[in-house]
């Protein structure tokens, strides 16, 4: 069965500095996706990133990129010149590829603190 | 006007009593579900649709029932509240299994 995991449940980061939010997973699958949301306290769940597995190229999104180790099932989040506004809850999610029974699985999360 | 939208944002009841929970959206998706999240455990899939005919038991399904009552809308219900489902319940959508899930904003349920 699938799973991801997380195994940092709070890390600290110094504004303006770097932060690298760690994710595992373990799949027989070939073809899949991976995502990071953002959960501020606000409670909402936010997309962060997109990194589809047949894809070499870490995908970016501005200060946000991921470190993706395919044969090591690993998917890191770096944040780059971290703000204020980047505290928060961090899931790591996987997904199976289109079709076929629904199996979207999350991380238990890791919670930022961003330090002025 | 939001895209997923939950109601009640927040509530607080009685053990026994019947919750209903509502979703609705307007993002036009097929596929909608129903997510339970608790401290330390992260986001844990209590029932799924992926179209008005077809429902689906998630991981955590037990005391609670759905109602598709159409594309745009997916229900949740307790149907005799017990306090250890106290909890943040999220309604999501997605286009397809490769593609982001839309979150609402959740609902946090205190059941006393």
């Known amino acids: 069965a699938q799973t991801v995991t997380q195994s940092q449940p709070e890390m600290s980061v110094q504004e303006a500095e770097t932060v690298t939010l760690s994710c595992t997973y373990d799949t027989s699958e070939s073809d899949y996706y991976l995502f990071w949301y953002k959960q501020p306290p606000s409670r909402q769940m936010i997309l962060v990133i997109r990194q589809e597995a047949y894809k070499q190229q870490n995908a970016t999104e501005n200060r946000f990129s991921v470190n993706f180790q395919k044969a090591a099932k690993s998917f890191s989040l770096k944040i780059s010149d971290s703000q204020l506004g980047d505290a928060a809850m961090y899931f790591c999610a996987y997904s199976p590829p289109t079709s076929g029974t629904y199996k979207y699985i999350f991380g238990t999360g890791t919670r930022l603190k961003v330090l002025a | ?112």
């Open chain 2, 1 to 112: 006007d939001a895209d997923v939208t939950q109601t009640p944002r927040n509530r607080i009841t009685k053990t026994g009593k019947r919750i209903m929970l509502e979703c609705s959206q307007t993002k036009g998706h097929d596929r909608m579900y129903w997510y339970r999240q608790d401290p330390g455990l992260g986001l844990q899939l209590i029932y799924y649709s992926f179209d008005v005919k077809d429902i689906n038991k998630g991981e955590i399904s037990d005391g609670y029932s759905v109602s598709r009552q159409a594309q745009a809308k997916f229900s949740l219900s307790l149907e005799s509240a017990i306090p250890n489902q106290t909890a943040l319940y999220f309604c999501a959508t997605s286009r397809g299994n490769n593609q982001p899930q839309h979150f609402g904003d959740g609902t946090r349920l205190s059941i006393l």
